[in-house]
């Protein structure tokens, strides 16, 4: 069955980084667009970061220049890079694959 793992997040003061990771299985994953998408508290999930299979990336205007997306297909995983971290990244972030959700992982900016 897919699973998608997420690992990474904690806390961090404004200004540090974080790199998530996704690590995926059950599919075939080097076929499949995957994306990072957010929630934070009393605030809708949103989109972050997409990868295409083909590495094009998408990414919100809200980080735009801090963000990185990237994908490993020999490890089946996707990363997000995140540089700059601001109060308002604070959020749950999940791993996403068409129909798939992983279980999130906690980003806290705070000082």
């Known amino acids: 069955q897919v699973q998608l793992v997420e690992s990474g997040g904690g806390l961090v003061q404004p200004g540090g980084s974080l790199r998530l990771s996704c690590a995926a299985s059950g599919f075939t994953f080097s076929i499949y667009a995957m994306s990072w998408h957010r929630q934070a508290p009393g605030k809708e999930r949103e989109l972050v970061a997409s990868?295409?299979?083909?590495?094009?990336?998408v990414y919100a205007d809200s980080v735009k220049g801090r963000f990185t997306i990237s994908r490993n297909n020999a490890e089946s995983s996707v990363y997000l890079q995140m540089n700059d971290l601001k109060p308002e990244d604070t959020a749950v972030y999940y791993c996403?694959?068409?129909?798939?959700w992983g279980q999130g992982t906690q980003v806290t900016v705070s000082s």
């Open positions: 996403h694959r068409s129909r798939y």
């Open positions: 990868i295409s299979t083909g590495g094009g990336t």
